[in-house]
């Protein structure tokens, strides 16, 4: 009762903050958070039970490609344009993480394998650059008047906003969902030890392929949220290798088994990009990138399950202690 | 000619020689992989760092290439022996998925200070080697040497890992790494020996790169990838699995560019690479247990 009492608290919170204070800069920084906060969750859906994969960027751009190209070329509503990019990213999934579970390829070999997906997703979209205009970008087209529910485009922050929170609250319930399934122990068991899972009846290939879809679609549907929200996407900021590592990196400053893990690596990263970003001008282009590389790396080595998840992890402790 | 037209002729050339800057780029990653068994996926930012010492050396120094080529394989040797005692041997013990993750921070980490550092410009060398004419097919000597260069270091690896006692040390640890702690070997030694020599060999790569492209702070991620492939396709480990991976990958790419676009050339050798990851999990010369 405490804990719904709590959850409801901070759901009011977020639902009326932007009605007291609503500043378009501080709200566009928080829309940011939000969205990258549902692809970073999308990631450690997959990531928590040693699935790492380095294609995620390659499924957020399928995800903000399909929803733009449908719309610019064919008409069609992202509210149609968006599911097809799920189904996309889906049937991407499935085509490389069928045959990645079937002949067993774990660990270094599935991250280098779904290295290469990402890698093969950004050289398309360069390739065909009279359709996807390439390493310049794409821009979906504008609505006259700019704000249309049809086109889902909007120029009001606030409209956003909750979109955003709708987008990332429902990332949080698929991921409560996942934890009190029993794909979280089938997924957990097979992380231990796949031969002894598949022996008490665990379909490995099956249930890894359930959290994998499930994982692109998501990561697919942050990216149709950024592209619709920036109306802008480029190879290099929805996919590739450097957008894939970023999530990693998130994810792993954050918390990887923790449900708001994900939310605060994405908090701690843009806002140290964006404090930078202020405080030095153009001469810190570069240094966000050099500390997040050092906390990466200081943080595997002193503190694997992230900020959250250590600190959980020491009040979950403390408790015990004094009752033993 | 035939069907064996001309550009076909100079695109299998060129794709041979490529081949050649891709093994040799392959070479010490999996020396690295083989022996201590950990992925250094910021590989190509070590050779982005040699192909800038060859820079600052050669071209704001003004230090003669028979200086500046020994010291840049030195000083990328020194930083390979630095990555390893400083990111890889406190995770030695860890899973070897964060060992992936920490090289991947580094990688980050060394974009970031070259840009910080050496700022977002393409730099070369200004030294432009001849091409050479053969029969109307051109080829590039930058591209010759970077092939001769990169058989001679096999064979020079080869002699090393078979004629030397370190050589012998580091073939056996690789097969069994409890064990030769308990034989009287030092891991620790060895595992500092490999790290400066598959440093040294991202060093001699980035002299011989350096001729060819222009160096910036993400010249990394162009070649790092297919780096990484070529290995994992030859079999991590087996140097002459990656050897023939690196020339296939390079034909592929050589030709994808001539028939369409450079960038098709790289979705076909990743699409190959996927469907030989299923076809032979364990490398292109491993037998199906």
């Known amino acids: 009762m405490n804990r719904s009492l709590i959850w409801g608290a901070a759901g009011v919170l977020l639902v009326g903050m932007p009605f007291v204070y609503g500043a378009p800069y501080p709200m566009h920084i928080i829309i940011t958070i939000l969205i990258w906060s ?219 088994y923790v449900a708001l893990g994900p939310t605060i690596g994405a908090v701690i990263t843009i806002l140290l990009g964006e404090t930078l970003r202020i405080s030095f001008g153009p001469a810190a282009v570069g240094w966000d990138n050099l500390i997040y590389g050092l906390l990466l790396v200081v943080f595997i080595i002193f503190l694997p399950k992230g900020i959250l998840g250590s600190i959980m992890g020491a009040f979950k402790r403390a408790p015990a202690k004094a009752a033993a | 000619m035939g069907f064996l037209d001309i550009f076909l002729v100079e695109a299998l050339i060129n794709g041979l020689l490529l081949g050649g800057v891709l093994a040799l780029l392959a070479l010490g990653l999996n020396l690295i992989f083989g022996v201590i068994d950990v992925a250094w996926i910021c590989y ?114 080869y002699l090393f890992l078979t004629r030397t006692y370190v050589g012998t040390a580091i073939r056996a640890i690789s097969q069994d790494r409890e064990i030769m702690a308990l034989m009287g070997v030092d891991t620790r030694r060895i595992y500092i020996i490999t790290s400066a020599v598959g440093g040294s060999l991202a060093g001699l790569a980035a002299c011989l790169l350096v001729l060819q492209y222009d160096v910036h702070p993400y010249v990394g991620l162009s070649f790092g990838p297919i780096t990484f492939m070529i290995c994992v396709m030859g079999g991590l480990g087996n140097m002459v699995g990656g050897f023939i991976a690196a020339f296939i990958f390079a034909e592929i790419i050589s030709l994808g560019g001539l028939y369409l676009d450079l960038e098709w050339g790289y979705v076909f050798a990743f699409v190959f690479f996927i469907g030989m990851m299923f076809i032979r999990p364990e490398g292109l010369l491993s037998r199906r247990s």
């Open chain 1, 38 to 256: 549902f692809a970073y969750t999308s990631w450690s859906m997959m990531g928590r039970f040693g699935l790492v994969s380095l294609g995620h960027g390659g499924f957020m751009g399928v995800g903000a490609y399909a929803t733009a190209l449908l719309w610019n070329n064919l008409g069609l509503s992202p509210w149609l344009g968006i599911p097809i990019g799920l189904v996309c990213a889906a049937l991407l999934a499935l085509v490389v993480a069928w045959p990645c579970f079937r002949f067993r390829i774990t660990g270094h070999y599935f991250a280098l394998v779904t290295l290469a997906l990402s890698g093969i997703v950004l050289q398309v979209i360069t390739a065909t650059r009279d359709l996807t205009g390439g390493s310049l970008g794409y821009t979906p087209n504008r609505v006259p008047g700019g704000s249309s529910f049809w086109a889902f485009q909007f120029t009001d922050k606030h409209t956003w906003y909750m979109i955003a929170l709708i987008v990332w609250g429902a990332g949080l319930a698929i991921w409560y969902a996942v934890e009190r399934s029993m794909l979280r122990y089938a997924l957990e068991a097979i992380s231990e030890d796949e031969d002894a899972a598949a022996a008490a009846g665990v379909n490995v290939t099956l249930e890894k392929l359930k959290i994998t879809v499930l994982s692109a679609m998501m990561t697919a549907m942050a990216g149709a949220m950024y592209c619709q929200y920036q109306m802008f996407v480029s190879p290099d900021t929805v996919s590739g290798i450097s957008v894939s590592l970023q999530m990693v990196f998130a994810v792993v400053v954050g918390g990887l």
């Open chain 2, 44 to 157: 190509a930012e070590l050779v982005m760092f040699g192909m800038y010492a060859m820079y600052y050396f050669v071209s704001v120094f003004g230090i003669s290439l028979w200086f500046a080529v020994p010291a840049t394989i030195i000083a990328i040797g020194l930083m390979g022996i630095l990555l390893h005692v400083l990111v890889i041997s406190p995770l030695l013990g860890a899973a070897p998925i964060n060992q992936l993750l920490a090289t991947g921070g580094v990688l980050f980490f060394l974009q970031s200070l070259a840009t910080v550092a050496f700022g977002i410009d393409f730099r070369n060398l200004g030294i432009r080697l001849p091409t050479l004419e053969v029969a109307e097919v051109f080829i590039s000597y930058a591209r010759l040497l970077a092939f001769g260069a990169a058989l001679s270091g096999m064979v020079a690896l």
